[in-house]
């Protein structure tokens, strides 16, 4: 089996709330009500449309606001403290800057991309059919066998649920790599009714994800 090597995980946050419009979604309002600090700054010219915005900071955060959801990225070396993550935070931040919003669900989305040292074309499809019990139906067909793997586990009441896929990673000013993705995604729908006890589940939810991202990490750890 090829040997695999951690290059980046990463913690993705997603708000749904019906009323969601990416035209808030902008620099000025981002640090004029607080969500960040007035020092960060712009890796790139933002997008901004009706239809989608999409603000890049330099330390690595990405805001994505689409009708119905914003999305939190943000991207971790290997060896970095998950406790040095900001996107909770950041979530936390636009929840009280932007209470009124009709909050429906949070996701908790914790990803891992994974590269072969020898970057070889088949070591991404070679690792994930190793996932596999052998059998002859791995081997019918002209070409090699090419798997997708979707998993679903239940933690302390909580689903996780995993997908395993082969993708090309880019890194800026990089030849794109082989690699696989792991991507976690633990929804929670937010079920209270007055505004109040709303915005408490949400919150709570929100700060779920240490134990998420710990449990993730113990599973991800078996496949590796």
């Not at 997708?148 to 030849?175: M, V």
């Not at 696989?180 to 779920?208: D, M």
Request: proline content about 9%; hydrophobic content about 40%.
């Amino acid at each position: 089996m090829p040997t695999p090597k951690i290059t980046i995980q990463e913690l993705t946050l997603t708000l749904a709330a019906p009323d969601c419009n990416p035209i808030l979604l902008t620099p000025n309002f981002l640090k004029g009500s607080g969500i960040i600090p007035n020092d960060w700054e712009l890796a790139r010219k933002p997008t901004l449309t009706p239809q989608i915005a999409q603000i890049s900071f330099t330390n690595g955060i990405n805001l994505i606001s689409q009708p119905g959801n914003l999305t939190l990225i943000q991207a971790l070396a290997p060896d970095t403290d998950p406790d040095s993550l900001q996107t909770p935070e950041l979530a936390q931040k636009y929840i009280q800057a932007l209470p009124n919003l009709d909050y429906q669900a949070v996701a908790i989305n914790p990803r891992t991309f994974i590269t072969f040292p020898d970057d070889n074309d088949d070591a991404a499809q070679q690792y994930l059919n190793s996932l596999l019990a052998p059998a002859p139906w791995q081997h019918a067909g002209t070409a090699p066998l090419k798997a997708t793997l979707n998993l679903n586990y239940t933690f302390d009441g909580r689903t996780l649920n995993l997908s395993i896929n082969e993708i090309k990673l880019q890194k800026e000013d990089q030849t794109a790599q082989h690699a696989v993705l792991f991507s976690g995604n633990v929804p929670q729908k937010i079920s209270a009714k007055s505004e109040g006890e709303k915005l408490e589940q949400l919150r709570g939810a929100i700060n779920q994800w240490r134990p998420v991202w710990d449990t993730y990490q113990g599973l991800f750890g078996q496949f590796v």
